[in-house]
Protein backbone atom coordinates (compact mmCIF):
# COMPACT_ATOMS: atom_id res chain seq x y z
CA UNK A 1 0.00 0.00 0.00
CA UNK A 2 1.31 3.55 -1.15
CA UNK A 3 2.67 5.09 2.76
CA UNK A 4 0.31 8.01 2.25
CA UNK A 5 -2.87 5.92 1.90
CA UNK A 6 -1.47 4.21 4.66
CA UNK A 7 -1.06 6.93 6.82
CA UNK A 8 -4.70 8.37 5.69
CA UNK A 9 -6.07 4.87 6.93
CA UNK A 10 -3.88 5.20 10.05
CA UNK A 11 -5.43 8.64 10.92
CA UNK A 12 -8.87 7.29 10.07
CA UNK A 13 -8.38 4.67 12.51
CA UNK A 14 -7.26 6.80 15.21
CA UNK A 15 -9.50 9.43 14.74
CA UNK A 16 -12.40 6.78 15.36
CA UNK A 17 -10.35 5.12 18.69
CA UNK A 18 -9.95 8.58 20.33
CA UNK A 19 -13.23 9.67 19.34
CA UNK A 20 -14.74 6.18 21.19
CA UNK A 21 -12.51 6.78 24.33
CA UNK A 22 -14.47 10.39 24.27
CA UNK A 23 -17.66 8.88 24.86
CA UNK A 24 -15.43 6.13 27.82
CA UNK A 25 -14.12 9.70 28.97
CA UNK A 26 -17.55 11.50 29.56
CA UNK A 27 -18.95 8.57 31.67
CA UNK A 28 -16.24 8.40 33.22
CA UNK A 29 -16.05 12.15 34.04
CA UNK A 30 -12.13 11.65 33.58
CA UNK A 31 -10.59 13.00 31.02
CA UNK A 32 -7.44 12.34 31.92
CA UNK A 33 -7.45 8.36 30.19
CA UNK A 34 -6.60 10.58 26.66
CA UNK A 35 -2.86 9.58 28.02
CA UNK A 36 -3.73 6.38 27.94
CA UNK A 37 -5.17 5.87 24.85
CA UNK A 38 -2.70 8.03 23.31
CA UNK A 39 0.63 5.97 24.49
CA UNK A 40 -1.34 2.87 23.13
CA UNK A 41 -2.23 4.05 20.17
CA UNK A 42 1.44 4.04 19.05
CA UNK A 43 1.62 0.52 19.12
CA UNK A 44 -1.36 -0.13 17.12
CA UNK A 45 -0.69 2.05 14.35
CA UNK A 46 3.04 0.69 14.17
CA UNK A 47 1.05 -2.74 13.45
CA UNK A 48 -1.20 -1.31 11.22
CA UNK A 49 2.00 -0.65 9.43
CA UNK A 50 3.94 -3.94 9.80
CA UNK A 51 0.95 -5.25 8.33
CA UNK A 52 0.44 -3.40 5.15
CA UNK A 53 3.72 -2.11 4.36
CA UNK A 54 6.03 -3.75 1.44
CA UNK A 55 9.44 -2.93 3.45
CA UNK A 56 12.12 -5.86 4.66
CA UNK A 57 9.36 -8.09 6.68
CA UNK A 58 11.73 -8.74 9.37
CA UNK A 59 12.87 -5.31 9.70
CA UNK A 60 8.63 -4.19 9.87
CA UNK A 61 8.37 -6.39 12.54
CA UNK A 62 11.17 -5.70 14.35
CA UNK A 63 10.81 -2.27 14.77
CA UNK A 64 6.65 -2.64 15.40
CA UNK A 65 7.69 -5.35 18.21
CA UNK A 66 9.94 -2.40 19.85
CA UNK A 67 7.44 -0.07 19.43
CA UNK A 68 4.43 -1.94 20.45
CA UNK A 69 6.67 -2.89 23.23
CA UNK A 70 7.73 0.75 24.00
CA UNK A 71 3.52 1.62 23.87
CA UNK A 72 2.83 -1.25 25.90
CA UNK A 73 4.91 -0.27 28.82
CA UNK A 74 3.92 3.52 28.76
CA UNK A 75 0.74 2.76 27.99
CA UNK A 76 0.33 0.45 30.85
CA UNK A 77 2.57 2.62 33.45
CA UNK A 78 -0.16 5.27 32.61
CA UNK A 79 -3.08 3.37 33.22
CA UNK A 80 -1.99 2.47 36.86
CA UNK A 81 -1.48 5.57 37.60
CA UNK A 82 -4.50 7.36 36.41
CA UNK A 83 -6.64 4.83 37.34
CA UNK A 84 -5.11 4.71 40.89
CA UNK A 85 -6.68 7.89 40.97
CA UNK A 86 -9.81 7.51 39.92
CA UNK A 87 -12.27 9.15 39.83
CA UNK A 88 -10.23 11.93 40.60
CA UNK A 89 -8.57 13.74 37.46
CA UNK A 90 -5.36 15.37 36.84
CA UNK A 91 -4.23 18.72 37.84
CA UNK A 92 -4.08 19.36 33.82
CA UNK A 93 -7.75 17.94 33.37
CA UNK A 94 -8.78 20.22 35.76
CA UNK A 95 -7.19 23.36 34.47
CA UNK A 96 -8.50 22.82 30.95
CA UNK A 97 -11.63 22.62 32.47
CA UNK A 98 -11.82 25.92 33.81
CA UNK A 99 -10.28 27.56 30.91
CA UNK A 100 -12.70 25.94 28.38
CA UNK A 101 -15.85 25.89 31.09
CA UNK A 102 -17.98 27.78 28.35
CA UNK A 103 -17.68 25.04 25.54
CA UNK A 104 -16.11 22.71 27.85
CA UNK A 105 -17.33 19.01 25.62
CA UNK A 106 -16.54 20.47 22.28
CA UNK A 107 -13.40 21.43 22.88
CA UNK A 108 -12.07 18.47 24.63
CA UNK A 109 -13.40 16.35 21.61
CA UNK A 110 -11.21 18.72 19.44
CA UNK A 111 -8.56 17.69 21.81
CA UNK A 112 -8.90 14.18 21.76
CA UNK A 113 -9.02 14.64 17.93
CA UNK A 114 -6.08 16.65 18.12
CA UNK A 115 -4.73 13.61 20.54
CA UNK A 116 -5.70 11.35 17.17
CA UNK A 117 -3.66 13.33 14.58
CA UNK A 118 -0.55 13.36 16.44
CA UNK A 119 -0.14 10.07 16.81
CA UNK A 120 -0.15 9.66 13.50
CA UNK A 121 2.11 12.71 12.76
CA UNK A 122 4.58 11.63 15.26
CA UNK A 123 4.30 7.52 13.89
CA UNK A 124 5.93 9.24 10.67
CA UNK A 125 9.64 7.31 11.18
CA UNK A 126 7.45 3.91 11.91
CA UNK A 127 6.25 4.13 8.10
CA UNK A 128 9.28 5.32 7.14
CA UNK A 129 11.00 2.53 8.61
CA UNK A 130 8.88 -0.20 8.09
CA UNK A 131 9.00 0.75 4.23
CA UNK A 132 12.54 0.49 3.67
CA UNK A 133 12.83 -2.36 0.74
CA UNK A 134 16.63 -3.15 1.37
CA UNK A 135 17.50 -6.89 3.16
CA UNK A 136 19.65 -7.08 6.27
CA UNK A 137 20.27 -5.06 9.45
CA UNK A 138 22.66 -1.88 8.99
CA UNK A 139 25.04 -0.74 11.30
CA UNK A 140 22.71 1.88 11.89
CA UNK A 141 19.83 -0.88 12.25
CA UNK A 142 21.82 -1.74 15.11
CA UNK A 143 22.74 1.52 16.52
CA UNK A 144 19.16 1.91 16.69
CA UNK A 145 18.28 -0.96 18.55
CA UNK A 146 20.81 -0.26 20.84
CA UNK A 147 19.38 3.38 21.56
CA UNK A 148 15.82 1.40 22.17
CA UNK A 149 17.82 -0.82 24.66
CA UNK A 150 19.33 1.70 26.72
CA UNK A 151 16.05 4.13 26.54
CA UNK A 152 13.24 1.59 27.55
CA UNK A 153 15.50 0.87 30.15
CA UNK A 154 16.14 4.05 31.29
CA UNK A 155 12.61 5.43 31.50
CA UNK A 156 11.77 2.38 32.81
CA UNK A 157 14.62 2.47 35.73
CA UNK A 158 13.32 6.48 36.48
CA UNK A 159 9.58 5.61 36.53
CA UNK A 160 10.30 2.86 38.98
CA UNK A 161 12.22 5.02 41.26
CA UNK A 162 9.66 7.37 41.40
CA UNK A 163 6.70 5.52 42.43
CA UNK A 164 8.85 3.65 44.95
CA UNK A 165 9.17 7.18 46.28
CA UNK A 166 5.93 7.72 46.27
CA UNK A 167 4.76 4.33 48.14
CA UNK A 168 7.29 5.47 51.38
CA UNK A 169 4.43 7.37 53.13
CA UNK A 170 7.82 9.08 54.83
CA UNK A 171 8.31 11.11 51.44
CA UNK A 172 4.68 12.60 50.94
CA UNK A 173 4.39 16.09 49.91
CA UNK A 174 8.87 15.77 49.48
CA UNK A 175 9.94 15.84 46.28
CA UNK A 176 12.03 13.27 44.80
CA UNK A 177 15.89 13.57 44.39
CA UNK A 178 16.69 9.59 44.11
CA UNK A 179 18.82 7.99 41.87
CA UNK A 180 18.39 9.17 38.19
CA UNK A 181 16.04 12.14 39.17
CA UNK A 182 19.12 13.32 41.51
CA UNK A 183 20.76 14.37 38.07
CA UNK A 184 17.67 15.17 36.07
CA UNK A 185 14.01 16.74 37.39
CA UNK A 186 12.58 14.85 33.99
CA UNK A 187 14.50 11.84 33.65
CA UNK A 188 11.36 9.96 32.21
CA UNK A 189 10.84 12.91 29.80
CA UNK A 190 14.82 12.41 28.59
CA UNK A 191 14.57 8.71 28.12
CA UNK A 192 11.34 8.89 26.27
CA UNK A 193 12.74 11.33 24.11
CA UNK A 194 16.26 9.29 23.26
CA UNK A 195 13.18 6.06 22.11
CA UNK A 196 11.90 8.53 19.60
CA UNK A 197 15.21 9.31 18.65
CA UNK A 198 16.16 5.60 18.16
CA UNK A 199 12.78 5.21 15.98
CA UNK A 200 14.18 8.28 14.22
CA UNK A 201 17.60 6.43 13.38
CA UNK A 202 15.65 3.51 12.13
CA UNK A 203 13.95 5.40 9.34
CA UNK A 204 17.02 7.90 8.40
CA UNK A 205 18.08 4.88 5.32
CA UNK A 206 14.81 5.58 4.12
CA UNK A 207 14.09 7.39 1.21
CA UNK A 208 12.76 11.00 2.36
CA UNK A 209 14.12 9.48 5.80
CA UNK A 210 15.00 12.83 7.84
CA UNK A 211 11.57 13.45 8.04
CA UNK A 212 11.60 10.75 10.84
CA UNK A 213 13.44 13.21 12.73
CA UNK A 214 10.18 15.34 13.10
CA UNK A 215 9.07 12.85 14.94
CA UNK A 216 11.72 13.30 18.06
CA UNK A 217 11.90 17.23 17.90
CA UNK A 218 8.06 17.77 18.22
CA UNK A 219 8.33 15.84 21.37
CA UNK A 220 11.30 17.69 22.57
CA UNK A 221 9.17 21.01 21.89
CA UNK A 222 6.61 19.62 23.48
CA UNK A 223 8.79 18.30 26.52
CA UNK A 224 10.40 21.12 27.20
CA UNK A 225 7.97 24.16 26.11
CA UNK A 226 4.20 22.72 26.16
CA UNK A 227 2.29 19.93 27.98
CA UNK A 228 5.37 18.53 29.67
CA UNK A 229 8.35 20.11 31.83
CA UNK A 230 6.30 23.40 32.21
CA UNK A 231 2.91 21.91 33.10
CA UNK A 232 4.20 19.41 35.40
CA UNK A 233 6.26 22.11 37.02
CA UNK A 234 4.01 24.47 37.68
CA UNK A 235 1.80 21.68 39.26
CA UNK A 236 4.65 20.72 41.54
CA UNK A 237 5.72 24.59 42.55
CA UNK A 238 1.78 24.49 43.78
CA UNK A 239 2.32 21.51 45.36
CA UNK A 240 5.45 21.36 47.10
CA UNK A 241 6.49 25.27 47.61
CA UNK A 242 9.97 26.54 48.02
CA UNK A 243 11.43 22.62 48.08
CA UNK A 244 10.38 22.36 44.73
CA UNK A 245 12.04 25.94 43.87
CA UNK A 246 15.14 24.56 45.60
CA UNK A 247 15.10 21.35 43.75
CA UNK A 248 14.72 23.43 40.63
CA UNK A 249 18.09 25.60 41.17
CA UNK A 250 20.55 22.47 41.95
CA UNK A 251 18.70 19.82 39.77
CA UNK A 252 19.30 20.16 35.67
CA UNK A 253 15.82 20.49 34.15
CA UNK A 254 15.97 17.53 31.47
CA UNK A 255 19.55 16.18 30.75
CA UNK A 256 20.98 14.09 33.29
CA UNK A 257 23.84 16.15 34.70
CA UNK A 258 25.89 17.00 38.01
CA UNK A 259 23.73 18.34 40.19
CA UNK A 260 24.77 22.42 41.50
CA UNK A 261 25.62 21.94 45.41
CA UNK A 262 22.61 23.28 47.67
Partial sequence: MHPLLLAALALLVCCVVFGWFFRVARRLDNYGIVDIVWSYAFGLVALLYATLASGWAPRRWLVAILVTAWSLRLGTHLYRRVMSHHPEEDGRYKAMRVRWAKNFSSEMFKFYQFQAVSVVILATPFLLALGRPETGLTALDYAALALFAVSILGES?????????????????????????SVSRHPNYFFVWLTWMSFALFSLPAAWGWLGFIAPGAILYLLLFVTGIPMTEEQAVRTKGDAYRDYQRRVSSFIPWFPKKA
Avoid at 164 to 174: E, I, L, P, T
Fill in 157 to 181: LADAQLAAFKKDSVNKGKVCAVGLW
